[in-house]
């Protein structure tokens, strides 16, 4: 493919604390089609949680970076993911977005595959199909080039080449580790999804998902709300740091006000629910030890797994991926997840975190929806007006989570890949750009 943009996207200038993105990176259509080619086929992808797996025969469909995909427990246990395309015509074989199944029927021309993907039975079979007509494959289901866990997270990559998942996440594996610590018997996801669409460029919602700066300004109803119902919420006392995790991934850690159902206990949930909370945290404290007990319970995150894997772990733990169908246009997907052992009142309170701050009829998510599409809209004036801001904390040596180190760590990882082989340009004044 030609250099979608032999100009450079970045203009970062570290002696003058200035890093800046052109905005034709979130609307050039050739920018668009290389990220396909050069980010979504090559970098592993978030499919799903091994939770949501439990039976054996268990399956879910779902979309990941463009394809339609199968992912499935098989009757010795054994995790596939499978393109959900018959190998027959084409058609999609399997159309429920989630149940058990011990086969899975194409509805065309009947063509039935075991949940291992083999071929197990096709109309005509004995009288029009010579003998060892299936001998190499070629009809069984196909699977994804490539599929690993890491912990109960499982990931896909089409690019067959690739190195292995671990060494792909970097450091994330230490903020998996985190997540994974929550629970004694094991985290799930809980069941339903949210699904919504935003009509604005990818890569503003990697920015959104761990951009401290805006929540002051964006989310001022939430926090006005917040403290008329519980007096003591405010944004002023958060406190914490951005990290780069390597391959792009990147992280903001800090200590927030709000409730964790994890076992970081609030007023507002009342002082009989207090003793509960606290051995939730001796357990952790037993397990873990004192000093990540505390990171664990009581420190938020927000995490991006590069290219499109958030994990936002609040007052509730949100999974979310999203993906490009055209420059200007996402399709989100997120899912609540909790300790499969978490008591009754404390899920009831995860989940109405989920659905009142993070989700797409709440109290932030909407306004974070709102903004990005002013951003898109904003971005038709590009030609003119070519650059976003994202200098803030650039000359510190310890960025806080209102700085915007973090996404600088995700453009920079994005550009290397989108511009293989150029440096970041160090730059020229902006003004004579
Ligand atoms: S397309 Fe599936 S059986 Fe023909
Ligand atoms: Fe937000």
Redesign the pocket.
């Known amino acids: 493919m030609n250099d979608p943009d032999p100009s450079g996207f970045l203009q970062v200038d570290p002696e003058a604390g200035t890093f800046r993105v052109a905005r034709r990176a979130f609307i050039d259509e050739g920018v668009f089609r290389a990220e396909r080619e050069r980010i979504f086929d090559r970098c592993w992808l978030y499919l799903g949680h091994a939770s949501e797996l439990k039976k054996k025969g268990a399956f879910v469909t779902r979309s990941v970076g463009g394809r339609s995909l199968i992912f499935n427990r098989d009757a010795a246990g054994v995790v596939h993911a499978f393109l959900n395309a ?6 999609t ?1 399997c159309r429920e977005k989630t149940g058990v199944a011990k086969n899975f029927a ?6 039935v595959f075991g949940a291992d993907g083999k071929l197990r039975d ?1 109309p005509g079979k004995d009288e029009a199909y010579a003998e060892g007509f299936n001998d190499d494959g070629c009809a069984d289901l196909v699977p994804v080039p490539r599929l690993e866990a890491y912990g109960d997270f499982w990931f896909v990559c089409f690019d067959a080449a690739a190195v292995p998942l671990v060494e792909y996440l970097a450091g994330a594996t230490e903020y998996l580790d985190l997540v994974g610590d929550h629970s004694e018997a094991g985290m799930e996801i809980v069941s339903g999804t949210q699904e919504y669409a935003i009509r604005a460029n990818w890569k503003l919602l990697v920015e959104n998902s761990f951009d401290g700066y805006h929540a002051v300004s964006t989310h001022a109803t939430y926090f006005d709300y917040l403290k008329n119902m519980n007096g003591v919420l405010s944004q002023d006392n958060v406190v914490g740091f951005a990290r780069d995790l390597g391959n792009g991934h990147a992280v903001v850690e800090y200590s927030a006000p709000w409730g964790r159902p994890v076992a970081n206990w609030v007023p507002a949930w009342g002082e009989e629910r207090r003793a509960e909370i606290d051995a939730v945290y001796a357990r952790l404290v037993a397990r873990h030890g004192e000093a990540r007990a505390t990171r664990i319970a009581k420190n938020s995150r927000n995490l991006l797994i590069f290219p499109n894997l958030v994990i936002v772990d609040v007052m509730s733990l949100t999974l979310r991926t999203f993906y490009p169908r055209q420059p200007d246009y996402m399709e989100v997907t997120a899912w609540a997840c909790g300790p499969s052992e978490e008591k009754d009142w404390l899920r009831k309170n995860r989940l109405h975190s989920f659905l009142e701050f993070l989700g797409p009829g709440g109290f932030a998510t909407p306004d974070d929806v709102e903004m990005l599409e002013q951003c898109q809209r904003g971005y038709a004036n590009a030609r003119e007006a070519k650059w976003n801001d994202i200098s803030r904390g650039m000359k510190k040596t310890e960025p806080a989570t209102v700085d915007e180190h973090q996404i600088r760590v995700f453009w920079r990882h994005w550009n290397e890949l989108l511009s293989p082989g150029r440096p970041t340009p160090r730059v020229v004044p902006l003004k004579a750009a």
């Open positions: 018959c190998p027959h015509r084409g058609a074989v194409c509805a065309y021309h009947g063509w096709l």
